[in-house]
T-cell receptor, first 113, second 112 residues
Framework: DARVTQTPRDKVTEMGQEVTMRCQPI?????VFWYRQTMMQGLELLAY????????DSGMPKDRFSAEMPDATLATLKIQPSEPRDSAVYFC???????????FGPGTRLTVL | QKEVEQDPGPLSVPEGAIVSLNCTYS??????FMWYRQYSRKGPELLMY????GNKEDGRFTAQVDKSSKYISLFIRDSQPSDSATYLC????????????FGKGTLLTVNP
């Protein structure tokens, strides 16, 4: 059945290292969202794309985070350099243009030591 | 003040209880209201979707929206241990490109 996939599921890295997270949206979905979830802040929107073009990345720390959609089947979120405060679960979600329902992936649990 | 406020709980109830989960919001432009359920170490999944004010029922779940009070609720009847999860409210406004604003979530445990 159709679902959003994310890799890796878990990532432990050291401060200063580059982290790349990948997301494959559901086929036919043209809007892709990146969220970060922490106990303190809950689910925060980092950036989102429609038809591969960035619509809004105002939730993302610009100096170290970058998000791209190289093609319709792949979205990436990169952190360089990573910091301990980036430790969180990062979710990707996708939706069709005419629908408010977002389908979430299983998340990438990032720990920065 | 955050746009969407939700009591994080935790909420613990016995099996069979009626559960009431709530969110308040400040943005009067919100028209679409959702409840997502998130099991431990999983992504959120849509549970209920309501447009504008009113009630919507789906099995044991009822969603209510009171736009005059900027208050939404999710009721779970005959709660089951399998309902144990975090429940997140989410809302969006027309013309927002389907951008959702989420509450922080309420952790619910239903004890057998």
């Amino acid at each position: 059945d159709a679902r959003v996939t994310q890799t890796p599921r878990d990532k432990v890295t050291e401060m200063g290292q580059e982290v790349t997270m990948r997301c494959q949206p559901i086929l036919g979905h043209n809007t892709v969202f990146w969220y970060r979830q922490t106990m303190m802040q809950g689910l925060e929107l980092l950036a989102y794309f429609r038809n591969r073009a960035p619509l809004d990345d105002s939730g993302m720390p610009k100096d170290r985070f970058s998000a791209e959609m190289p093609d319709a089947t792949l979205a990436t979120l990169k952190i360089q350099p990573s910091e301990p405060r980036d430790s969180a679960v990062y979710f990707c979600a996708s939706t069709r243009d005419s629908n408010n329902e977002q389908f979430f992936g299983p998340g990438t649990r990032l720990t920065v030591l | 003040q955050k746009e969407v406020e939700q009591d994080p709980g935790p909420l613990s109830v016995p099996e069979g209880a009626i559960v009431s989960l709530n969110c308040t919001y400040s943005n009067s432009a919100f028209q679409y209201f959702m409840w997502y359920r998130q099991y431990s170490r999983k992504g959120p999944e849509l549970l209920m979707y309501t447009y504008s004010s009113g009630n919507k029922e789906d099995g044991r779940f009822t969603a209510q929206v009171d736009k005059s009070s900027k208050y939404i609720s999710l009721f779970i009847r005959d709660s089951q241990p399998s309902d144990s999860a975090t429940y997140l409210c989410a809302m969006s406004a027309p013309g927002s490109n389907y951008k959702l604003t989420f509450g922080k979530g309420t952790l619910l445990t239903v004890n057998p």
